[in-house]
């Protein structure tokens, strides 16, 4: 019964490669977000979706695609995977702009 | 420069004594401010919510004061236990937006 969820959790791949982030919440949320957290602990938005809609399309490389199938939803693919996206990224939700956001566990991404 | 500056960066405490930690911002209009914890591993938890016109806010051991004319809040841990050592972040809402601007956090550490 978790709220917001992202797999995975961990995920190790070469610089180069394209990967897939999953994110999922069954709070019944219409927005959803991308945050991006550096080894200083530092939280930065990436994306924000409301209804499927791209809302927050922070200064991110293109590199970085976020999909939303339906509310429930929002996958982030990462095209040609460089060192410095080395980071944990966070998935969250909140019911509009909302007074609270939820955020799901975190994947850890390691570029070697 | 980041609009919402946190004090201290780090910070070590006895088990059982009380600490302040210290958020100051330059968002305004601002819509509320949050602090949220978060544990070595995992997504940030809300711990308190206060709009512009709010004072103070407590939850449990942790309780939270708002001054809006100096653009100031702390946030007041009582007799501390192991479970507290985190990272503590304040977040501001701005009045518009979905944005939210998020300190550096503070990561505190609880000894026995």
């Known amino acids: 019964d978790t709220a917001v969820s992202q797999t995975p959790k961990y995920l190790v791949t070469q610089m180069g490669n394209d990967k897939s982030i999953k994110c999922e919440q069954n709070l019944g949320h219409d927005t959803m977000y991308w945050y991006k957290q550096d080894s200083k602990k530092f939280l930065k938005i990436m994306f924000s979706?409301?209804?499927?809609?791209?809302?927050i399309n922070e200064t991110v490389p293109n590199r970085f695609s976020p999909k939303s199938p339906d509310k429930a939803h929002l996958n982030l693919h990462i095209n040609s995977l460089e060192l410095g996206d080395s980071a944990v990224y966070f998935c969250a939700s909140s019911q509009g702009r909302g007074i609270e956001q939820f955020f799901g566990p975190g994947t850890r991404l390691t570029v070697l | 420069k980041n609009q919402v500056e946190q004090s201290p960066q780090s910070l070590i405490i006895l088990e059982g004594k009380n600490c302040t930690l210290q958020c100051n911002y330059t968002v305004s209009p601002f819509s509320n401010l949050r602090w949220y914890k978060q544990d070595t591993g995992r997504g940030p938890v809300s711990l308190t919510i206060m709009t512009f016109s709010e004072n103070t806010k407590s939850n449990g051991r942790y309780t939270a004061t708002l001054d809006a004319d100096t653009k100031q809040s702390s946030l007041h841990i009582t007799a501390s236990q192991l479970s507290d050592s985190a990272s503590y972040i304040c977040v501001v809402r701005p009045s518009s937006g979905y944005a939210l601007n998020f300190g550096k956090g503070t990561s505190l550490l609880v000894t026995p």
């Open positions: 979706y409301n209804n499927k809609e791209l809302i």
